[in-house]
């Protein structure tokens, strides 16, 4: 990495990293596929199955950051970066998973590949305290995720085509020292709000073709499906964290609250029955208290204060709403919602409160 000044007000921060990774190597989906694909087909060409992605990765990065003023930046970044599949995610055998409830299986899955470019403005008006707005945009290449097959309970994890995400973050931390009244002035209030707006190209993977042009290469064909407006697995549209700390020693005590909307738990081959997941809404709490000369600590932790739970569950739709769907439309943000009233409820997890008290000596 290198760190250059320009003039008075720019830096830029910048490199490239570089990393050799034979992946196609240790694929066992790859050579089961192998075995069945070349029995009584001696002589064949699979190129293209072994040269999937290049052993060689090159992964630049640059920041460039603009002082408005000493305590005022805006930044604008740029970088690279992957996600390997892990053994088992590259191994050929199926297994049963507990928490989902089915068979799981792998596809021949290849790595993700994200570009990521983020615009933001950050001000920091005392210590401790910042106020930001950023603007990100991620481009994905072959996003992995689970997929549920139709209503079977079987589940793959196979590679998306593509994937793009766009949002904004917002974030502050304000201490309120400034107003010198007792009490108040120990109290820190931190939030944090992210947008996402995503796409999703999902594909399925085919072997065994034939190139025309020369008869006697096996080709891996890519078939691309529609796109899809929804974030990946596990991902929300809106997050939302907030909290509340007062410190005046001994005594420390915070709160914080963290929601995220519903979101695609396991998507399936048709999404409109993909398991959706509404998670629970958070609200925590602790008080710590030091003693015998900052020495010792004592602290109560209270989790989920509001009793909360998550649910998984399955939208049923009218047979109008599943004609629309088969003609190329596609669930909408209120279609997608927990109606308890008619949806299949998969599975609810009630965690309860919980609550702990802690004690700590340093010597």
């Known amino acids: 990495?290198?760190?250059?000044?320009?003039?008075?007000?720019?830096?830029?921060?910048?490199?490239?990293?570089?990393?050799?990774?034979?992946?196609?190597?240790?694929?066992?989906?790859?050579?089961?596929?192998?075995?069945?694909?070349?029995?009584?087909?001696?002589?064949?060409?699979?190129?293209?199955?072994t040269n999937r992605e290049p052993n060689w990765r090159f992964f630049p990065s640059a920041n460039l950051t603009y002082s408005l003023t000493p305590s005022m930046n805006i930044r604008a970044a740029y970088s690279q970066s992957i996600i390997r599949p892990d053994l088992r995610e590259l191994s050929v055998f199926k297994e049963y998973d507990f928490e989902l409830g089915g068979d799981y299986t792998s596809q021949i899955v290849r790595s993700t590949?994200?570009?990521?470019?983020?615009?933001?403005?950050?001000?920091?008006?005392?210590?401790?305290?910042?106020?930001?707005?950023?603007?990100?945009?991620?481009?994905?290449?072959?996003?992995?995720?689970?997929?549920?097959?139709?209503?079977?309970?079987?589940y793959e994890l196979k590679n998306s085509k593509m994937a793009k995400n766009y949002?904004?973050?917002?974030?502050?931390?304000?201490?309120?020292?400034?107003?010198?009244?007792?009490?108040?002035?120990?109290?820190?209030?931190?939030?944090?709000?992210?947008y996402l707006d995503s796409r999703v190209k999902r594909m399925d993977i085919t072997t065994g073709f034939l190139d025309p042009n020369q008869p006697n290469k096996i080709l891996l064909?890519?078939?691309?499906?529609?796109?899809?407006?929804?974030?990946?697995?596990?991902?929300?549209?809106?997050?939302?964290?907030?909290?509340?700390?007062?410190?005046?020693?001994?005594?420390?005590?915070?709160?914080?609250?963290?929601?995220?909307?519903?979101?695609?738990?396991?998507?399936?081959?048709?999404y409109e029955f993909s398991l959706m997941e509404r998670?629970?809404?958070?609200?925590?709490?602790?008080?710590?208290v030091r003693l015998l000369k900052q020495k010792a600590e004592i602290k109560l932790n209270v989790s989920n204060l509001l009793n909360s739970y998550s649910v998984l569950y399955r939208n049923q739709y009218t047979a109008e709403e599943l004609q629309s769907f088969k003609d190329g439309g596609a669930p909408s943000a209120a279609q997608l919602k927990y109606n308890p009233k008619t949806d299949l409820l998969n599975f609810k997890a009630s965690p309860g409160r919980t609550t702990s008290v802690t004690f700590s000596y340093r010597f």
Do not use: C
């Open 1 to 49: 990495m290198l760190d250059n000044k320009i003039g008075n007000k720019f830096r830029l921060v910048w490199g490239l990293r570089a990393e050799y990774y034979n992946l196609n190597r240790v694929n066992d989906n790859l050579d089961s596929l192998f075995q069945g694909l070349t029995k009584g087909r001696p002589g064949f060409d699979y190129s293209d199955l």
């Open 113 to 154: 590949t994200i570009k990521h470019i983020d615009l933001r403005y950050e001000w920091y008006p005392g210590p401790g305290e910042i106020l930001s707005a950023s603007l990100f945009y991620k481009h994905l290449d072959y996003p992995m995720e689970i997929y549920r097959i139709n209503t079977l309970n079987s």
């Open 167 to 194: 949002g904004v973050e917002l974030e502050a931390r304000k201490t309120l020292a400034f107003t010198n009244i007792p009490v108040i002035r120990n109290l820190t209030l931190y939030g944090n709000f992210t």
């Open 221 to 270: 064909r890519e078939v691309v499906g529609k796109e899809e407006k929804r974030p990946q697995m596990g991902a929300s549209n809106y997050m939302v964290n907030a909290g509340i700390f007062y410190d005046n020693n001994p005594v420390s005590v915070s709160v914080s609250y963290n929601s995220v909307t519903n979101r695609v738990f396991v998507p399936n081959t048709d």
């Open 279 to 288: 998670p629970l809404q958070a609200l925590d709490a602790q008080v710590a």
